[in-house]
């Protein structure tokens, strides 16, 4: 909101609650009270009383849910608002993790060994010939009404026992949006721990028009939850070509137009792809900051302004290789720290290590919602955090007791 305002861009927001830090902003030109995205019939009837009221505006998504929503109702929300949506069978194949691992495959590129059963019969016969861990993972997270990320199991054992619980408590809406019949299935994926390396992410930007194509590269090293969760601590990297080349083919085979934000793990020596962010995603002030202006990227080619898209692009294609930036959520940081102290996980050299990097990088650090200039996002984001932290203390206390199961949940 703030780079689409210093532009001069005015930007509305449907908040669904109290807590949204970007409702509080100074840059925003308005913001529309709506119910949960997750009530999609709802926030779509929101959506069209205010194009209706207001045509002319630009929808960019700013979660999957959203993404699906605004492709799957295309032809209606197009009478009142610039889409800047690909075509529904791209955005499925992102969405759905095993059609994604088929994309990414034709396209060249490495993915984590992955497997599809099709009933409990057949993972029961597949079990004791899995290379354990293995992570049992949502197929997409679009009218999911859980957070969790997946469920990490070590044995045939646990896995014939943990994958039915997790079949069972898999609850989608089918009521109102089209979706693939096999969508609450889940798949089952190789589980890699993290190494010194983190993971990768390439976020950028493909237009319409197949010579637009500028990228960064950053690593994610410190997440809210293990063994999978959200980024927390970000660090940017100098540019790796065949990176970005893999990425760019990726989204050719895709057919896919957009910001975007590809995230991979190092396995067997080569780097996988794990997951595709087809929309604005949780870090991109990272990306700001290095001169990648990708709101406004994908606001011009809403637009059709071509030219105006390519002039900006090659202006953000040369990065300097020296420079050094951080993202961090800063709050969520300590508050990570706080909690482990509490539950005694955290040892002192873990402690140091992290309160000695926020110190060393505060200068170049670019923080989730705070600004000096715009300061009630950041007083909003931490106390949201703070009442999503007391709801969901139980439960992050016994998944830091030393017996408890490796559920990788977002806190």
């Not at 992955?114 to 993972?137: C, F, G, R, T």
């Not at 706080?338 to 060393?360: D, G, I, K, S, Y």
């Not at 709801?391 to 206390?397: E, L, M, N, T």
Request: some cysteine; overall charge neutral; charged content about 20%.
């Amino acid at each position: 909101m703030r780079h689409l305002a210093g532009y001069g861009v005015g930007v509305n927001i449907i908040a669904d609650h109290t807590f949204c830090p970007a409702a509080w902003s100074r840059c925003a030109t308005h913001h529309y009270a709506g119910p949960v995205e997750s009530d999609s019939m709802r926030y779509l009837d929101r959506l069209l009383a205010i194009g209706k009221a207001e045509p002319g505006q630009v929808l960019l998504p700013t979660s999957d849910e959203l993404v699906w929503l605004y492709t799957s109702n295309a032809s209606l929300l197009a009478r009142y608002f610039h889409l800047y949506q690909p075509p529904i069978e791209t955005i499925r194949r992102i969405l759905d993790k095993a059609l994604l691992e088929e994309a990414a495959l034709s396209a060249g590129l490495a993915v984590l060994p992955s497997w599809d059963p099709q009933n409990l019969d057949e993972l029961a016969e597949m079990a004791p010939h899995l290379p354990y861990p293995v992570l049992i993972k949502p197929r997409t997270h679009v009218h999911r009404l859980r957070n969790d990320k997946g469920v990490v199991v070590r044995s045939p054992a646990e896995l014939v026992a943990e994958y039915p619980r997790f079949l069972a408590r898999e609850r989608y809406r089918f009521d109102d949006m089209p979706r693939a019949p096999d969508a609450v299935r889940p798949v089952i994926q190789k589980f890699v721990e993290i190494g010194r390396e983190g993971v990768i992410s390439i976020s950028g930007f493909i237009g319409r028009s197949a010579d637009v194509f500028v990228s960064r590269r950053s690593t994610k090293i410190l997440q809210r939850s293990r063994p999978v969760g959200v980024g927390v601590c970000y660090e940017s990297c100098p540019a790796e070509p065949a990176l970005s080349q893999a990425v760019q083919r990726l989204c050719r085979a895709l057919d896919y137009f957009g910001l975007f934000e590809v995230e991979f793990i190092l396995h067997d020596g080569a780097w996988a792809v794990i997951d595709f962010n087809p929309r604005l995603f949780n870090q991109i002030g990272l990306d700001l900051r290095r001169g990648l202006p990708l709101p406004m990227l994908a606001y011009l080619d809403a637009l059709g302004e071509a030219e105006a898209v390519r002039t900006l692009a090659a202006e953000a294609e040369h990065e300097d290789p020296a420079e050094k930036v951080v993202f961090c959520d800063t709050f969520t940081l300590h508050a990570i720290l706080l909690a482990q102290t509490l539950c005694l996980r955290a040892r002192p050299r873990h402690l140091a290590h992290w309160l000695a990097w926020a110190a060393q990088n505060r200068a170049r650090m670019v923080h989730l919602a705070s600004d000096p200039d715009d300061p009630m996002p950041g007083v909003i984001h931490i106390l949201s955090e703070l009442y999503l932290g007391f709801r969901a203390a139980p439960r992050f206390v016994r998944t830091m007791l030393p017996s408890s199961p490796m559920v990788a949940r977002e806190l």
